[in-house]
DNA sequence: GTTAGCATGTAAGGAGTTACATGATTTT
DNA sequence: AAAATCATGTAACTCCTTACATGCTAAC
């Protein structure tokens, strides 16, 4: 299954929001963006435009870089959200739920949550850590059960894992909390003088 | 792609190595040795069994659990390596390059360093090193390249991925002096009694 | 007795990578 | 002038997951 086709056409929604692109420029940003190893191919993200162009999620049009030299170019095909897809956008991230916790989806979803509110950014954080907590869970039972003593290497492997897995229920809890932290802080009229959700 | 079939093959290999076992408990075994996330679907893991029996890596035999009774229940199949397989597996292990630290590749090998020599537990353990201190260096330099301030919670995600890679580098670190200084112990006649690599 | 787990498969379908094909533009 | 990178695609192929189908065995 690897990464779900929503999962780039939310990627696609996303990036485009902020401001128009072309094909080339989105597979850099998608790539940089949750490129931690597998990258995104032409192969994917083109005919994911396709789709995306004949479901109305997005419109394109030509553009032509330099205004000096007008036809023999090759103009690119510069893509842009439409209504619809902007509704589709707030759709996907404001579902809670299972899809938005698998890895892939969280990431992505995590990446755009400044277009979400606190509620859905908390409920989702939560889920994702209960995820990820029941994930070790699981692996500490079945690690219990098993009898044999396990491999120097394979246990180093485990262990490993184990960790990663730890730290970044920890990453999760510190995010809960800055989020718990600014909506009390907001309630008080405290320091940050303008408190909209939307400020870097 | 996801894992590549040549990865299911080393870890049955692998496992098979430790003594015959059936499907069903290949499959479990497989989930934890590199469950962190997918699971191995029987969808996946049969036919891969098949394949691997037509080319003569694996053989199966019928075993009847309980002596007891002998004819009715159906007989579970139980895969055991042919030498063939052993030696692919052979084969496999000691194949540097850059398929041997492919993230799912690397962790199946490391699973089973035990079966081969340090100097091949070297090269793919510093490998693998190279190969994320590549993508690091990729990213540091991507990301210098981009002028817009990132949005808040993208650069946070950016960073805790950085931060991931970074930690994995580390461990390698470590994993690579715990070699270097077994070896040189090994060297010298001091404390371990069997300075055999096999041992626990 | 009935639920949960053991055990073995198959078929259909989705998803995406690789490789191919083509050409413009910029940098060296 | 060559090399690199920008830029847009298509087709074949591989791989795997999902869902289905079936039946045994142990525990409650």
Request: without cysteine; proline residues 5%; aromatic residues 6%.
């Amino acid at each position: 299954m690897a990464r779900r086709a929503e999962t780039i056409e939310l990627a696609v929604l996303g990036l485009l929001h902020e401001g128009p692109m072309h094909g080339y420029e989105l597979r850099k940003r998608l790539n940089l963006m949750l490129g931690w190893g597998r990258v995104l191919s032409y192969g994917s993200l083109y005919p994911a435009l396709k789709k995306m162009l004949r479901g109305a999620l997005i419109e394109e049009s030509l553009s032509t870089r330099t205004p000096g030299t007008p036809v023999s170019k090759r103009p690119r095909i510069t893509y842009q959200v439409t209504e619809a897809g902007t509704r589709e956008f707030e759709r996907l991230m404001s579902e809670v739920g299972p899809t938005a916790w698998e890895d892939d989806n969280f990431d992505i979803r995590f990446a755009f949550f400044s277009s979400t509110d606190m509620e859905i950014r908390l409920r989702v954080l939560e889920g994702r850590r209960t995820r990820l907590q029941e994930r070790l869970d699981r692996i500490q039972r079945e690690l219990a059960m098993t009898q044999q003593e396990v491999d120097r290497y394979a246990g180093e492997l485990q262990r490993h894992g184990v960790d990663r897995v730890e730290r970044e229920v920890m990453w999760l809890s510190d995010l809960i909390n800055a989020e718990r932290n600014s909506a009390s802080t907001a309630a008080s009229p405290s320091i940050s003088p303008t408190p909209t959700p939307e400020q870097a």
